[in-house]
């Protein structure tokens, strides 16, 4: 299984960009997708996650209202919009997927992914 994010790079504070994430794999559907992230100096942190079936999400407080997650279900990727960015949004991104879905309460614990993309930076500076 792989997962392979695209779309980071450099924004102004209030900019947007959207980072995508394909997971490929022989047979492999995830149940469960997330962005998590890593600011220097800080350890990784949930960002959003989204269930493959009903579409259910969760955020990390610090993105609600600004952030959104989405699917493709058909695709199997998932998107991160990300708007109105601060200073603070400047980190690596990870994508996350794991096989089987899972209740909203457990989707921010790293622990419940089995698969990791190799990370993309994101940077919000002026």
């Known amino acids: 299984v792989q997962l392979q994010a695209s779309g980071g790079g450099s924004v102004q504070p209030g900019g947007s960009l959207r980072l995508s994430c394909a997971v490929s794999?022989?047979?492999?559907?995830?149940?469960?997708m997330a962005w998590f992230r890593q600011a220097p100096g800080k350890e990784r942190e949930f960002v959003a996650a989204?269930?493959?079936?009903?579409?259910?999400?969760r955020y990390a407080d610090s993105v609600k209202g600004r952030f959104t997650i989405s699917r493709d279900r058909t695709k199997n990727i998932v998107y991160l919009q990300m708007n109105s960015q601060k200073p603070e949004d400047t980190a690596v991104y990870y994508c996350?997927?794991?096989?089987?879905?899972?209740?909203?309460?457990?989707?921010?614990?790293?622990?419940?992914?089995?698969?990791w993309g190799q990370g993309i930076l994101v940077t919000v500076s002026s």
């Open positions: 794999g022989r047979a492999f559907i995830p149940g469960t």
């Open positions: 996350a997927a794991r096989s089987g879905s899972i209740i909203t309460g457990s989707m921010s614990w790293h622990t419940v992914y089995e698969y």
């Open positions: 989204v269930r493959r079936n009903d579409g259910a999400t």
